[in-house]
Antibody, heavy 119, light 111 residues
Framework: EVQLVQSGAEVKKPGESLKISCKGSGYSFTSYWIGWVRQMPGKGLEWMGI????????RYSPSFQGQVTISADKSIGTAFLQWSSLKASDTAMYYC????????????WGQGTLVTVSS | QSALTQPASVSGSPGQSITISCTGTSSDVGGYNFVSWYQQHPGKAPKFIIY???NRPSGVSNRFSGSKSGNTASLTISGLQAEDEADYYC???????????FGGGTKLTVL
């Protein structure tokens, strides 16, 4: 069974750094792209970017380029999303997704990680 | 403002059919058959229900169907059930540097 299991909720202060994780199992982790999707409170879905764990090729949405870093450690089957300096506007639910590369759809979703940034 | 336009809300009675539209441009919906749809119940992660415009993944009810005409894709739910009450999002590949665009989401209410 394919599963994406994300790390737990985080509460941070503005300016702090953060790295959240997404562990894939039940499939070949290095053969599928992993993506990240943001959902701000009461709002819709936003595509942030993707990484191919096989070679760490990474693509970002222009809206998120330079704001976050996507990485992966194929030895432990885990992808990461990190911030170097959080802002209050980063408060959101973040989902990792298994990303079908050719047709650009997301067939498996993690349970989500809620990030709250507040002073 | 989302790249793809969906109605904010739709409603229907049990047993009826409803259709949710998703309007883009020739750079996304109209130019490629890479439209997908997702269902999200409150407090839950989205669930994948349609891919490549009209294909259903294994395990998704055949009451859900997708189609496309020009720059507008549509999701139809037939035989509405109470459990269908949720938010629905469309998504498409785009030839812009964004690569993927979502609609703003549609809240389906089953009366």
């Amino acid at each position: 069974e394919v599963q994406l299991v994300q790390s737990g909720a985080e509460v941070k202060k503005p300016g702090e750094s953060l790295k959240i994780s997404c562990k894939g199992s039940g499939y070949s982790f290095t053969s599928y792209w992993i993506g990240w999707v943001r959902q701000m409170p009461g709002k819709g879905l936003e595509w942030m970017g993707i990484i191919y764990p096989g070679d760490s090729d990474t693509r970002y949405s222009p809206s998120f380029q330079g704001q976050v870093t996507i990485s992966a450690d194929k030895s432990i089957g885990t992808a990461f999303l990190q911030w170097s300096s959080l802002k209050a506007s980063d408060t959101a639910m973040y989902y990792c997704v298994r990303h079908q590369a050719i047709q650009y759809y997301f067939d498996y979703w993690g349970q989500g990680t809620l990030v709250t940034v507040s002073s | 403002q989302s790249a793809l336009t969906q109605p904010a809300s739709v409603s229907g009675s049990p047993g009826q059919s409803i259709t949710i539209s998703c309007t883009g441009t020739s750079s996304d919906v109209g130019g490629y058959n890479f439209v997908s749809w997702y269902q999200q119940h409150p407090g839950k992660a989205p669930k994948f229900i349609i891919y490549d415009v009209s294909n259903r993944p294994s395990g998704v009810s055949n009451r859900f169907s997708g189609s496309k005409s020009g720059n507008t894709a549509s999701l139809t739910i037939s035989g509405l059930q109470a459990e269908d009450e949720a938010d629905y999002y469309c998504s498409s590949y785009t030839s812009s540097s964004t690569l993927v665009v979502f609609g703003g989401g549609t809240k389906l209410t089953v009366l």
